[in-house]
């Protein structure tokens, strides 16, 4: 891979693990491919839970009025839909998937607090949604999940704002583009919304800890041997909380590192966990589709190197 004279190695490490070079050109396609390859593979693994179904999307499609059989068949239509536009935007990304991406991200998210209290059981079998019996527990879930998925939504947005989405032509929404120079403020703009969408995604992920106690939290640092309750997971949440508010207010080269991290490490407990029962090493899509928990905190340590190299 050679993007704007770069090779992959230095694409990854300028301002990563060796000085940026303050060039805004290098910034910019640095920029662009983290944001693209987040937003694909975010929808490459949503994509796949759709193609292998889940129980856990039930709730969703009911909240629409769709009953679990016909769920079940649309699922996997879905889920192909959303590999589709992974691999458009991979190859010749053009405005109107990017505008698709955003919306589709941000509506899946708002599906989360519109399930309200539903859950999905199985009685003799066959998965049915039904109110929940903690109907509160739920509900408070399903809305620390929407801020949760800020991650999902954020990268295909930026792509919109860095590509001159709103001066353009209806025309141009159908054709590959070729982004405009990236211009100071039009950075400033993406920091500013980069460091909206973590600090939510933080805060969101937090409340599942220290307001919904939620047990998967429990389950995943168990599988690895931590003694962990619902004290841990609320001390956790606290603390993630607090993170959130940090790096909004001070978004600082460690701050970022340390989330960056934090996701990467924390997010990959889906797998040990065996979150999605019996699926094993498959659960990895699980930590892949949350791949904007990884890749904004990237493009904020990359924008705040070449602010440094400006400067120097």
């Known amino acids: 891979m050679n993007m704007t004279g770069m090779t992959f190695k230095q694409y990854f490490s300028l301002g990563l693990f060796a000085p940026h070079t303050g060039d805004k050109k290098t910034l910019q396609t640095q920029l662009h491919w983290t944001f693209r390859i987040t937003a694909a593979l975010c929808f490459i693994g949503h994509g796949t839970w759709g193609l292998i179904t889940k129980s856990g999307w039930l709730p969703f499609f009911a909240s629409q009025g769709i009953e679990p059989d016909l769920a079940w068949k649309l699922q996997p239509l879905v889920g192909a839909f959303d590999i589709l536009m992974a691999v458009i935007i991979l190859r010749k990304p053009n405005r109107v998937v990017l505008l698709w991406m955003f919306f589709w991200a941000l509506w899946t998210a708002i599906l989360r607090p519109l399930a309200g209290n539903l859950e999905k059981i199985q009685i003799d079998g066959q998965w049915v949604v039904q109110l929940a019996t903690d109907s509160m527990r739920v509900a408070k879930m399903q809305t620390w999940e929407f801020w949760e998925r800020a991650g999902n939504w954020g990268p295909p947005f930026f792509l919109l704002v ?106 990959f407990l889906y797998v ?16 892949i589709e949350r791949w904007g928990d990884y890749g904004i905190p990237l493009a904020m340590i990359y924008i705040v190197s070449y602010r440094v190299a400006q400067r120097g």
């Open 162 to 267: 860095m590509g001159g989405a709103f001066t353009i032509s209806i025309k141009d929404l159908f054709y590959p583009y070729k982004e405009p120079e990236l211009k100071e403020s039009t950075i400033n703009t993406v920091f500013f919304l980069c460091r909206c969408c973590l600090a939510l995604l933080l805060i969101g992920h937090a409340g599942f800890g220290f307001a919904v106690e939620k047990q998967m939290l429990i389950n995943h640092w168990q599988s690895i041997g931590v003694d962990a309750n619902i004290a841990f997971i609320k001390t956790l949440g606290y603390a993630e909380f607090f993170l959130g508010l940090l790096i909004f207010c001070f978004p600082v080269r460690i701050l970022l590192i340390l989330v960056l991290v934090w996701k990467l490490f924390t997010e």
């Open 272 to 287: 040990p966990a065996d979150t999605v029962s019996g699926m094993g090493i498959i659960n990895i899509f699980e930590w």
